[in-house]
């Protein structure tokens, strides 16, 4: 499981512009957003965290890594 700070995530077409990007190169991820603290989590994700960050910030949304959790 990947987790990631979107800061500039603040809306619902943001959450969905955020889960898009993912789901876009990790087809079977599932991505929880929570807006009020502006978090990513990604689960089922086969690829590394630094590239689904990359595909969070080709969406136009700056995304730090927070690291894997278990």
């Known amino acids: ?3 990631f700070k ?12 955020v889960t898009r990007a993912i ?3 990790e087809p079977d991820a ?3 957003v929570d ?3 502006k978090l990513v989590t990604v ?3 086969a690829g ?7 595909a969070i910030v080709a969406a136009g949304y700056p ?3 927070l690291g894997a959790t278990a």
């Open 6 to 17: 979107v800061d500039k995530m603040g809306c619902g077409g943001c959450a969905k512009s």
């Open 48 to 54: 590394p965290a630094d590239r689904i960050a990359e």
């Open 30 to 32: 599932q991505v929880a």
């Open 23 to 25: 789901v876009g190169i």
């Open 43 to 45: 689960s089922n994700a």
């Open 1 to 3: 499981m990947h987790r």
């Open 35 to 37: 807006l009020g603290a």
């Open 63 to 65: 995304a730090e890594p």
